[in-house]
């Protein structure tokens, strides 16, 4: 048996290649087996029963972009260290040296979008609310407790 | 590359891949029961002995139901997204090894493929799988679908730099990135009593890894993709049988495969006692590798049976605020521990 470079990536072409099979046997077989009565009420997307209002084809929220390219940012780092991992026991202090002075290049940015607070999901932050003064009429005292005034949803939807 | 080197990798690939769709239909007869009786039920109980036969029973059910394509999907994306995941998800045992090389007839057969970069394939391919989830909750067209599409997509590329560099920290012990090389160098002992596994100098490591691993397949709680108070499925809203159950396999295996991972990095993948006979030695490692990863597995129900779910900001503080730097840490420090174990 050879051991060529490239034989070791045979195996994978061949079980990539059987379980793309599986997974369009498995297709097949529910749309062969399974009973097809279709109706207009069944065909619609799912809303909880009542009729769906316009599709899903809308804006969602710009943070969901934000976190895709800051994740393409540190993915990047993250699998530069790999191959100075793999050879860290020939460059030894030399290399701790060199990944430390790459990380404090990339940790700023890191810290910019933290303090950006790009990875800050709640938009209402009731923990820096003003505390809401108690109101006063003549003769009753009262305090109004602090409800949330307008609730925003805090990811996707078109409001 | 002749033929019997093509037959016999076939039929290799088809004994693994067979063993582990049945591995992952009891993956699910083994959660419903642990969590029922976590939660004082019986769990499975009618179909064979101790609800044995459930898994074949649920497959016949979701196999002869109507598959609904709801008239609004992009019908090509809406049917390669459950193929999509189920590839991906399968794919990665292509470097897991099982067991120490044993060969027969001239292919070691406790391995489907040996790569050099066999942690780099597992990541890569892993991480192609938030494709499947991403593109059935946006072919779906049906907004809880693609609510829920989005929040995966964003939860899985947040964890996937905290567990890349949880990694790191196994290839600066090992210098390698072949799987095989990974859990020889865990063989032996410290001190004739304490296993030399990954686990105890990277321990910060296996806990970044295990958590982020656990965003990953999308389980409690972590599973906000699919929080059913909020979302009624997630991103498989709109799916039916038997491409609702392909996502469904996918998830489970995913849960194996990063119980694997994990056994590998991080606790000696089969290392353990071997004694006896040949033919036991032969099969004890196997035994070893099996019941860890069974370990994992029960893990991952124990913490489902056991925490609430994240609430959304919640998840994203964590991530990013917590794990990411939290592993960064334990890359540097074991660096620079193993700079100073080399010596300048």
Known sequence: MSNGYFENYIPILLLAGVVTLLAVGMLLLSYLLGPRRPSKEKLAAYECGVMPTGDARQRFSVKFYLVAMVFILFDVEVIFLYPWAVIFHELRMLGFIQMILFIGLVLPGFVYLWRQGIFDWSETDTSEWPDTPPVTLPGVSLVVPNVVQEATPFSGGSQ | ?344
């Not at chain 2, 039920?41 to 074949?56: A, D, E, I, K």
């Not at chain 2, 829920?148 to 567990?163: C, H, N, P, T």
């Not at chain 2, 859990?183 to 304490?194: T, Y």
Request: charged share 10%; net charge neutral.
């Open chain 2, 1 to 344: 590359m002749d033929l019997p080197f093509l037959l016999y990798t076939l039929l290799k690939i088809v004994v693994v891949v067979f063993a582990l769709l049945t591995a992952v239909a009891y993956t699910v007869w083994f959660e419903r029961k642990v969590v029922a009786h976590m939660q004082s039920r019986w769990g499975p109980t009618r179909v064979g002995p101790y609800g044995l036969l459930q898994p074949l029973a649920d497959v016949i059910k979701l196999i002869t139901k109507e598959d609904i394509t709801p008239s609004g999907v992009f019908r090509l994306v809406y049917l390669a997204a459950p193929c999509l995941a189920v590839i991906t998800a399968l794919l990665v045992f292509a470097v897991i090894p099982f067991g120490p090389r044993t060969e027969m007839g001239g292919i070691d057969i406790f391995q489907i493929t040996d790569l050099d970069i066999g942690l780099l394939f597992i990541l890569s391919v892993s991480s192609m799988g938030v494709y499947g989830i991403a593109l059935a909750g946006w072919s779906s067209n049906s907004k809880y679908s693609l609510l829920g599409g989005l929040r995966s997509s964003a939860q899985m590329i947040s964890y996937e730099l905290a567990m890349g560099l949880s990694i790191v920290g196994v290839v600066l012990l090992t210098g390698s990135l072949s799987l095989r090389q990974v859990v020889d160098n865990q063989s032996g002992s410290w001190w004739g009593i304490i296993p030399h596994w990954n686990v105890i100098p990277q321990f910060i490591g296996f806990f970044c890894y295990f958590v982020s691993a656990i965003a990953e397949t999308n389980r409690l709680p972590f599973d906000l993709p699919e929080a059913e108070t909020e979302l009624v499925a997630g991103y498989h809203t709109e799916y039916s049988s038997m491409r609702f159950a392909m996502f469904f396999l996918a998830e489970y295996t995913n849960m194996t495969a990063v119980s694997c991972v994990a056994t590998v990095l991080y606790f000696g993948g089969w290392s353990g006692p071997v004694f006896g006979p040949e033919a036991l030695q032969t099969v004890l490692p196997l035994l070893w590798f099996f019941l860890k990863v069974l370990a994992f597995l029960f893990v991952y129900v124990w913490i489902r049976g056991t925490l609430p779910r994240f609430r959304y900001d919640q998840l994203m503080a964590f991530g990013w605020k917590f794990l990411l730097p939290l592993a960064l840490a334990n890359m540097v420090l074991t660096s620079f521990v193993q700079a100073v174990r080399y010596g300048g």
